[in-house]
């Protein structure tokens, strides 16, 4: 079972509805015993930093997760949901992240339209279990106005450009993230989705 955490944030549904039309067992949820069961665990996210942080203290959500994280089990951060898990932000005022990857979030200082909103190549720099399949130039949906700065260059396993360099997706560990939305990324994004899914330690 896919657990979505039900943190009171955007997009949460439409992300389901991505893993229920690949046949994936997933449910949203908050309850302790039902993250505990989870085999892989989805932490979406629209909306600012210190809000989303504020909420996963709210709903008592950081120990679980830093506990699931602990015990192995892959966890799969999306766009905002990919941002907190890093040590901080500066969306609004300077917020601390979950702290799970190292590096930080600011805001993309370029001479173009933001948020960044579009639909932008991946530049696949690593072997990444969560691009099984996806072809270097593959086209994945963005939506944001923040970007990370990753502190390991080894972790980002792709990227894309928008006037300035985006780090579009690391891995360390259990850990995985994508800055751009799957749900929203088409037939590219549901394999991305169903590569989580089928990672051994999600089965």
């Known amino acids: 079972m896919i657990v979505i955490i039900d943190y009171h944030v955007g997009n949460l549904m439409s992300v389901q509805n991505a893993f229920l039309k690949l046949g994936m067992d997933v ?10 069961q989870a085999k892989g665990i989805v932490l979406p996210g629209v909306g600012t930093f210190p809000v989303a942080m504020e909420h996963l203290k709210k709903y008592d ?6 506990e699931r994280k602990e015990a192995g089990i892959p966890i799969l951060g999306i766009c905002l949901g990919m941002q907190i898990l890093f040590e901080k932000g500066y969306e609004v005022t300077p917020t601390e992240g979950l702290g799970f990857l190292k590096g930080e979030v600011k805001l993309m200082d370029v001479q173009a339209k933001i948020p960044h909103m579009g ?6 720099t690593q072997d990444h279990p969560l691009m099984k399949n996806i072809k ?9 106005s ?4 990753a502190k390991e260059e080894s972790i980002v396993k792709a990227s894309t450009e928008y006037v ?3 780090h579009a997706s690391v891995e360390k560990d259990n850990v995985f993230a994508c800055q751009f939305h799957p749900e929203k990324s088409g037939d590219v994004g549901l394999k991305i ?8 330690s999600c089965r």
């Open 27 to 36: 449910v949203v949820s908050r309850d302790h015993d039902v993250i505990r």
């Open 61 to 66: 959500l950081i120990d679980i997760l830093k």
């Open 119 to 124: 639909w932008n190549e991946l530049i696949l």
């Open 136 to 144: 270097n130039g593959d086209y994945v949906y963005f939506v944001h």
């Open 146 to 149: 923040y970007y990370l700065k």
């Open 164 to 166: 300035t360099h985006i």
């Open 193 to 200: 989705l169903s590569n989580f899914a089928n990672l051994d």
